[in-house]
C-alpha cells in the first residue's frame, strides 16, 4: 500500500450507500475503488456527475477523484489484490414473499470469491464488510458464496449503515455508532482503522458484537422508528376526531426522557427506500422463526391507511361520493413535493406517489414540483401528471395546494401569491408546515395533520 493512505477499500454498489461510503472513507485518507455493474453510472461520476442528489456528495466525488484518492471501475479485480477491505453496498429488494432479495449481495459474493485469485497466498485475510441491510445468517451465506470459489483468506463481517438521505454525508462522517459484527480481532482491527478518525470526531460509540446481532440491530433501528411514526400519526387521527393539537400531544410525551422528542412527527405516511421493504423482511423472519412481530404487523397497517389521508382530505372537503366514478373531474391541484422526504430525490414508495394515483383516479389533474425529484418522477410517469417549473407555476389555476415533502422553501413560500394564483384559498397540508391559527386567520381552509384544536399557540 503507498504511504499515502492508510488503507485500500473497494466499495461494490455505487448507489445512495456505496457511493457515500466511498466519498466518506476517501475524505478519511484510504484509498477508494467505487465498483458499479452499470456502466452509465461510473461514466458519469467519472465526468464529476453525482448519479443521485445527496447535499455534499458532488464536491466530495470532485475533490478525491481529482487527487487520485477515489477512483471508479466496473472490475472490482482492479483493486482486490492490495485491498484491506471490501464493501458490499447493492440493493436488497422487497422479493415476492416480502423478504429481502438477496441475489445481488449473493451475486457480489460470488464475484468476490472469483476475484480472489489476485491477491498473494501470504497476503492478511480480505475484510468482506456486508453493509446492504440483509437478514440474519446472511453474513454466513456470502461466506459461502465466497470460500466456494477460493482458498485465499478471508472473514465476512457485518456492518449496518444507519445514515439518513438528505443528510447521509454527514451521518456517515460523523456516526452516532458503527455496528460492527465480527469475529476475530483482525476484523475489528481493519474496521477501527477504516471508522476511527469518524467516530473521535463524533465521539460516536464502537460497538463489537457478533454478526447475527449486527444484522438484526439494523432491522430493530428501522422497526423502531417506524413504529414511532405510526404511533405518533395514529395519535394524531385520534387528535382530529377528540378536538385536540398533535403539536402539544407530542411536546408533552416528548419531553419525558423515557420517550424523546426525535420521531415523533407526524405527517402522510412513511416511504422511502429502507422502511417498507425492512419491515416487510423482518415480518418474514418472524413468520420463518414461528415468532410473530404483532407490534410491527399492527405498524405496516397503519402506515398503509396513513398514506391515504390526505386523498380521503381531498375527497372529504369537496363531498366526493363514493361509487361516483371520477368524482373530481374538471379539478386541478397543485403538489408540492415528491421525493419521500426532503433533501433527497428519492422516490421509491413515496407517499407523493400513491396520492397522484388517488386523484388521478378519481380524475383530477395534478401538476407537480420538487426541488429534486422531478427527473425521477418524469421516468416514471412521463405525462400522466404536468410538471412546474417553481412552487408557484404549480398553483396556477389549481382548485388547492397539497404538500407532501417537506421542503423547507415550501414553508416559506409566499403565500399571498399562492393565494393569488389558486382558484380558492384550499391547502392540504401533509407536513404540518403552517400554524393552523394563522392560516384561518388569513382566510384559507387549511386541512393539516391532527391540529384541529383552537387553542391559541
Ligand atoms: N438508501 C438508504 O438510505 C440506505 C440506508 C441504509 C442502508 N441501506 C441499504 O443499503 C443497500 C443499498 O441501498 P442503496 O439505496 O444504496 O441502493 P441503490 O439501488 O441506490 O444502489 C445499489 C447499487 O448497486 C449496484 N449493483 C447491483 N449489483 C451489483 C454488482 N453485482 N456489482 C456492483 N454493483 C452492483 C447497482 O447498479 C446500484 O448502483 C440496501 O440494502 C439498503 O437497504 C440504504
Known sequence: MSERYKMEVLVIGTGYVGLVAAAGFAEAGHRVLGIDTDEAKIAKIRRGVSPIYEPGLDELLARHQASGALKFSMDLKDGIATADAAFICVGTPQGEDGSADLQYVLAVGSAIGSAMAARPADARPLVVVDKSTV??????????????????????VSNPEFLREGCAIDDFVRPDRVVVGCRTDHAAEVMKGLYGKFLEASGGQWLRMDPPSAELTKYAANAMLALRISFINEIAGLCEKVGANVDFVRQGIGSDHRIGKHFLNPGPGFGGSCFPKDLQALLKVGRENAHPLRALEATVEANRHQKQVLAMKVRAHYGCASGSPAPLAGRK?????????????????????????????????????????MPNVKAKLGDRVDYAQDPLEACAGADALLIATEWPQYASADLGKVAGLLKAKVMFDGRNLFQPEAMAADGWTYHSIGRVSSYPV
Request: glycine share 4%; aromatic share 8%.
Open 135 to 156: 437478514p440474519v445468517g446472511t453474513a454466513a451465506r456470502v461466506h459461502a458464496a465466497i470460500a466456494a470459489r477460493t482458498d485465499r483468506a478471508f472473514e465476512v
Open 333 to 373: 391541484f397543485a403538489l408540492w413535493g415528491l421525493a419521500f422526504k426532503a433533501h433527497t430525490d428519492d422516490i421509491r414508495e413515496a407517499m407523493a406517489m400513491e396520492l397522484i394515483d388517488s386523484l388521478t383516479s378519481l380524475g383530477a389533474k395534478v401538476v407537480v414540483h420538487d426541488f429534486e425529484a
